[in-house]
């Protein structure tokens, strides 16, 4: 079979080298350069949607290929209902973010393009890893690029904000490592097999049939190793005090990348490892981790609402909207875990966008206080249309994507024996808050008189600006319209996760 | 009829490699002598000739994996476990050759005994690895240290070179003191120096009755003193104290020797008694082994957080490596061993590495190795930050680099050992060893300098920064031949096994 995941995972390394070859000065080179591979890799990626099973569970476009043998150790690559959307969303997010590096990267812009085409194999490489060392592998090559990224094209206290971004997250990962040593070792034992395996399929199979069964004490061991991992990277409260300093020092386009993709590798090493993987954990654990995501989701909003930075504003909604996705996560039901992985494209879409939004006019006043603006709408019209949209997006209006999953998560909480009525009625004070908060930013900067000289004579989107827009905002709507077109291809692996969740759980008891 | 001599069988192959490395260097000295005028770069370059012969006269040696030679009545033993564990340290001697032969005449220390000296040193640590008798093992450490004493006072015209070799000279005198006793201890109650019959009278020993036998006590007794000289040597907390004295007063290659051959030779030494002759006693070192890794994993790491001095700071970073690589010799299984030289390879790559990046930004004159002076390093030689920063991230176990593998090994070996602690104690101090690795890629890439510094570079300095980049990429990319080489590489368990 073609191996299309390799193509996908290594054509933008291989764009990495290439622009290694380019002349240092010339700056627009290497800037199309980047643009060219990463527009190649999103089309080569769309044909993974195209060609995917929608009625086949389990992993597709599968490649294994021995790598360190004597340890079990594979490069093991597939792709499931689970991991498609969030593959193609990395790929059609990086040409945007590249794009958008145009008006506002101008120092060393071809180490920044190379980094930028590193983070992308890197990310992609977490999300289609099927054994467990590669999926370390690239989870911790994701920190090299973005850390630079932000220590050397940030603002103000970038190095602060980039040592404090590696060390979390890296502090998290080691413990995953524990996690993923042990993991293989007790399997081993487990299964009587002569070699250890890290092949997450294996494992995993080995789970369901019942032929591995960790022992509860070990199993809450292995799960709060990987849940501490995960729960960084996405970040939960009480972990989540790098991610604003990281968003509001890095350059708008590392932004896009952080909130869009990079949040993701958490939610999604939620479902593929602590779900997957602990069951039983995963149960036990649920309550309490649901009252730390309600927790994110009111404390996100809140600090939200108190803030004047636009950037910081739209950085601690993602501590909210992330909440909402663990929420649906451990609901521990399909519903639930669907609406959480949907809502993982829809925050990655819209996030993206109103990061982009608040670059476009940093970019044009250097400022990114909302006292500084008002009665925007007025000199920049289709700005203010777009940003509107975007807004609504986040803020979660019927008919855009934001709603579909929300309500899909509320529903699962609601239905949910570890969670239930309790939880969706405190979230629902989220919603209602994200409107608030996202409203008034709205409200400050666009509508009133304009009340600053300066803000006169700005100058609307440019055709570039506009045209990212509304890349982004066609797949906001199409999910919006149509969301069984994104749900049908996820439904067969998440049910499968959820019913072997069911069973193995049921086992248990 | 006067009585008959028996000469026991001699078997010149097992102790091939150290018969070369010993000729070559005592041929050099002489060579030396003879060499007209000032310059001593030749002498340098027959030394790395007489490297290379060596490895290939292991290579040529080298037994079938698990099998082993002994001779000299047992006393010394050629296992695979042995020659890979030679050509690692030929390695590290040749990386410490290469970068010092411009060294030396920069900083107008140049004299020809420097070279043979090292070479005196490595086959020193050659024979440590190799040696089934305790009074072989002290004959090792001795040979070894002796030469190195002589090598930390090398830069003579810094007194703290000197005070660096007299410190060293101190605490070895003390340590071997230890050392020296505890192996009397043990031939008291053991009868024999010999490590497989020390195993062996353990073993029957222990086995007769419930009673402690005295003299196994006696062993045991002597074993801790054995151990406490071996952690000097290692530097293990809380036996470093002269550990980043020494390195910040020693010539930097030296430091950079130091750090990697003598440890590695040591804990080869040290992993060969505990699991030959030790292993009976394997409830009594490992809760101790398990207490001083941790210590000094944490210890190491935290002092280097706070070290601004870069020769210090990779000072106190090896001493938290020795916490990792104890780790993996105190688990002692198969995996224990394929870890430590796994780790030692790939500690070896980066810290050479390191330590040749030092020396490209060291003054003539100057004593001061601030991490200022890589501020800004990336905007004027990017190559030399990024070879850095590959290093720093290696040592600090980011993949995808060796140091990764290397420390995945170690605790994959101790959770296997069921150390679960200890694998939990690792990854805790690999997270707060981050910390100052970062800091110094950080000050690279994203500072701007704080004064001008030139690098100086030479051909020995490039090459090994060269070949100790590749390597750490490459095995961290591609461990697959490496772990095949070190999972040959068996500790012989008993005579001729």
Redesign the interface.
């Known amino acids: 079979m073609f191996p299309y995941l390799s193509l996908i995972l290594w054509l933008p390394a291989l764009g990495a080298l290439a622009l290694l070859a380019t002349p240092r000065e010339q700056h627009q080179t290497a800037r199309s350069i980047a643009l060219a591979v990463s527009l190649l890799t999103f089309v080569i990626s769309l044909a993974l949607p195209l060609r995917f099973n929608a009625a086949d569970p389990s992993m597709q476009f599968v490649e294994q290929v021995a ?5 079990g150790i594979s490069y093991h690559l597939g792709l499931d209902g689970l991991s498609l959307w969030l593959v193609v969303l990395t790929t059609f997010l990086i040409p945007i973010a590249l794009f958008a590096t145009w008006n506002s990267i101008h120092a060393q812009v071809r180490y920044f393009q190379i980094l930028m085409l590193l983070l992308e194999t890197a990310m992609i490489g977490v999300f289609i890893a099927l054994d467990t ?1 590669l999926f ?2 690239f989870w ?2 994701t ?2 690029p973005m ?2 990224m932000i ?2 094209w940030g603002s103000g206290n ?2 602060y904000a ?2 404090k971004f ?2 979390y997250t ?2 998290g990962s ?2 995953m ?2 996690g993923i ?2 993991l293989s ?1 007790l399997h081993r034992d487990a299964t009587g097999a002569e070699l ?1 395996s890290f092949s997450l399929t294996q494992i995993m199979g080995d789970i369901r049939t019942g032929a591995f069964a960790l022992e509860f004490g070990m199993e809450q061991l292995l799960f709060g190793l990987f849940f501490i991992a995960f729960a960084i990277k996405v970040p939960m409260w009480p972990f989540h005090t790098w991610l604003p300093d990281a968003h509001v020092q890095a350059p708008t386009a590392g932004s896009v990348i952080l909130a869009g993709v990079l949040l993701k590798l958490g939610t999604y090493g939620l479902i593929r490892f602590n779900l997957s993987l602990f069951p039983n954990a995963s149960e036990w654990a649920a309550p309490a981790i649901g009252i730390l995501a309600v927790i994110g989701i009111i404390y996100g909003a809140w600090i939200a609402f108190a803030q004047t930075d636009m950037k910081k504003l739209v950085a601690y909604s993602s501590v909210s909207h992330m909440g909402f996705i663990v929420l649906g996560i451990f609901a521990l039901n399909e519903i639930g875990i669907t609406g959480a992985v949907l809502q993982m494209v829809n925050h990655g879409l819209s996030t993206g966008a109103l990061f982009l939004i608040v670059g476009y006019i940093y970019e044009r006043r250097h400022t990114r206080e909302m006292s500084e603006f008002g009665g925007l709408w007025t000199v920049m019209p289709i700005y203010g249309g777009l940003a509107l949209v975007m807004v609504l997006s986040s803020v979660g209006l019927p008919g855009l994507n934001g709603f579909i999953g929300e309500f899909a998560i509320m529903q699962g909480a609601f239905i949910s024996p570890a969670l239930g009525w309790g939880y969706v009625a405190v979230s629902v004070i989220g919603v209602v808050l994200a409107a608030v908060y996202l409203l008034r930013m709205y409200r400050e900067t666009f509508m009133g008189e304009v009340n600053k000289p300066e803000n006169a004579e700005l100058k609307d989107l440019s055709g570039g600006e506009i045209g990212m827009m509304v890349a982004l905002l066609v797949p906001i709507v199409v999910i919006g319209l149509f969301p069984t077109l994104f749900f049908a291809p996820m439904q067969a692996s998440i049910s499968e996760v959820a019913q072997a969740f069911r069973s193995v759980v049921a086992e248990g008891q | 009829m006067p009585p008959e001599i028996v000469i026991p069988a001699i078997d010149v192959r097992v102790i091939a490699p150290m018969l070369t490395i010993f000729a070559w260097a005592t041929v050099l000295l002489m060579v030396d002598l003879f060499m007209p005028g000032k310059d001593r770069k030749l002498t340098g370059y027959l030394a790395l000739a007489g490297l290379a012969v060596t490895a290939l006269v292991t290579l040529a040696v080298q037994p079938a994996p698990g099998t082993s030679r002994t001779s000299f009545s047992n006393m010394v033993v050629l296992d695979s476990f042995g020659t890979t564990l030679t050509l690692i340290l030929l390695l590290i001697a040749a990386f410490s050759i290469a970068i010092s032969i411009n060294y030396l005449s920069y900083h107008n220390i140049e004299m020809g005994e420097y070279y043979p000296l090292i070479l005196f040193a490595t086959g020193g640590m050659i024979l440590l690895g190799q040696s089934t008798n305790l009074i072989l093992v002290f004959l090792g450490v001795e040979l070894l240290s002796i030469t190195l004493y002589v090598l930390t006072a090398f830069f003579y015209p810094r007194y703290t070179s000197e005070e660096a070799g007299l410190k060293y000279l101190l605490l070895g005198a003390f340590a071997a003191g230890f050392l020296i006793y505890g192996i009397a201890l043990i031939y008291g109650g053991a009868g024999t120096l010999d490590l497989f019959e020390i195993g062996a009278f353990l073993n029957t020993s222990l086995a007769v009755g419930s009673a402690f036998p005295p003299g196994a006590l006696l062993v045991l007794i002597g074993g801790a003193l054995v151990l406490i000289g071996f952690c000097f040597k290692i530097s293990l907390v809380p036996f470093h104290m002269w550990t980043p004295d020494v390195y910040e007063g020693s010539p930097t290659p030296v430091a950079a020797f130091m750090s990697v051959g003598t440890k590695g030779a040591a804990f080869a030494a040290l992993l060969r008694i505990l699991i030959v002759a030790l292993l009976p006693f394997k409830i009594y070192w490992l809760p101790v082994l398990g207490v001083l890794a941790t210590l000094t994993m944490l210890f190491g790491n935290i002092a280097a957080l706070m070290q601004p001095n870069m020769k210090r700071m990779l000072a106190y970073s090896s001493v938290g490596h020795a916490g990792y690589i104890t780790i993996g010799i105190m688990t002692a299984g198969t995996h224990g061993t394929e870890s430590f030289l796994f780790y030692l390879l790939a500690y070896a790559l980066a810290n050479m590495g390191a330590f040749a990046v030092l020396i490209t930004l060291e003054r003539r004159g100057e004593m001061a190795w601030s991490v200022d002076d890589f501020a800004g390093l990336w905007k004027r030689y990017p190559l030399l930050a990024i070879a850095m920063a590959t290093f720093m ?1 290696s040592l600090a ?4 680099t060796a140091g ?1 593998f290397g ?2 090994f170690v ?2 070996a101790a ?2 050992d069921g150390q ?1 602690f200890l ?2 104690m690792g ?2 101090s ?2 707060i060893a ?2 100052f690795y ?2 110094v890629i ?1 000050r690279m ?3 701007e300098p704080v004064r001008e510094v030139i690098p100086i570079f030479n051909r020995g300095l490039t090459i090994t920064i060269g070949i100790a980049v590749v390597g750490t990429i490459v095995f961290g990319l ?3 031949p490496l ?2 080489l070190v ?1 040959n590489s068996v500790i012989a368990l008993g005579v001729g096994g």
């Open positions: 790598w360190i043998p004597q340890w060392i370390y592998l911790e090559f920190l090299i850390a630079f220590g050397i970038r190095i980039a040592r590696f060390l890296f502090a080691v413990l490592l524990m040593i042990g070792f250890t | 991230l176990g980011v993949p995808p990764f420390k995945f605790f994959a959770w296997e679960i694998v939990f990854v805790l690999s997270a981050a910390f970062l800091r950080m890439f994203m500072d591609l461990p697959t772990v095949s999972q």
